[in-house]
Each structure stands twice: as C-alpha cells, then as structure tokens.
C-alpha cells in the first residue's frame, strides 16, 4: 500500500526569519517555598544567594508568508528594534530576580525566561505570524518555546 502525503501548499510558501541578540543578566534560582537545604540540593551553584549571571544568547525566528509588496515575512531591522525594547531594555545588565517585575514571583529559569520573551514579542506581532524563541544560557544549554 502506497501512502499519498496530503501537502499544504500554503506552507510550502513560508519562509523563516531569524534575529540574533545577546544580553547579560543575574539571576538566582530559589523556591522560597523549600528550605535552603532542599534549594541548595535542587538547583546547587545556581541558588547562590548572591546571585550569578549568564551571557545569554536569544534567537527569534518568525515563521510567514513574505509580503507581495515588500518581500519581507517581517523586517529585521524592526524585530532588531523591537527585541530591543521588549527584552533587551529591560533585561540586559540586569538582576532578573530583583530588577524585573516578571520574576519577583516566578522562578528564572531559562525555560520561564523564554516563555516570558515569548509573550512579551507575541503582544507585538500580528496573529498570522508564527514565533519561537531559543534561549541559550550557555553554550550547551539551551530552551526552545514553545516546544
């Protein structure tokens, strides 16, 4: 029996667009919830209580049918300016724990920062335009949202 992949020709016209930015910020992992005995075997070096930071590496890439008229899916030099302002403004060179409204009651993990650099971009893009976020907290360790 021959099995006919049904194709969504829609898709096929498609195209990916990537924007690279970096930024540096600390953080401290911490369930306030745990004893620091628990916290310290969970997240170890990571919930030292002064804090510790990464060179973060964040890659958006935006999924589309390009523009007829401009050829763009989204134009780079405006997601530049926008993960700009929504992310690197206000986490870069910054205590994450401590500088941000978003973590004052939620965990910075990589996985919770890339859920809320998601949102935040999401807000700002039209509905027809797909988004994934890849947050590198080091050169090994990586999240993708969503999955």
């Keep these: 029996m021959i099995i006919v992949k049904e194709w969504n020709f829609m898709d096929l016209n498609k195209v990916a667009v990537y924007r690279k930015e970096h930024f540096t910020a600390a953080h401290r992992l911490h369930n306030p919830a745990w004893s620091d005995e628990k ?6 070096l990571c919930n030292n209580k002064n804090f510790h930071g990464h060179n973060y590496e964040l890659t958006v890439k935006i999924t589309g049918v ?6 763009y899916v989204f134009d780079t030099k405006v997601l530049s300016a926008l993960i700009k302002k ?3 403004d206000r986490f870069d060179h910054k205590n994450l724990n401590l500088d941000t409204v978003f973590f004052q009651q ?3 993990t990589a996985e919770n920062i890339a ?3 998601y949102q935040l971009l999401r807000a700002k893009l039209d509905e027809h335009l797909e988004l ?3 947050l590198y ?7 993708e949202y969503p999955a």
């Design 115 to 117: 859920k809320i650099v």
């Design 106 to 108: 939620l965990n910075p």
């Design 39 to 44: 916290n310290a075997t969970i997240f170890g």
């Design 132 to 134: 994934k976020i890849f």
């Design 86 to 88: 929504e992310v690197l």
């Design 137 to 143: 907290e080091t050169e090994r360790n990586y999240v």
């Design 66 to 71: 390009p523009n007829t008229d401009t050829g």
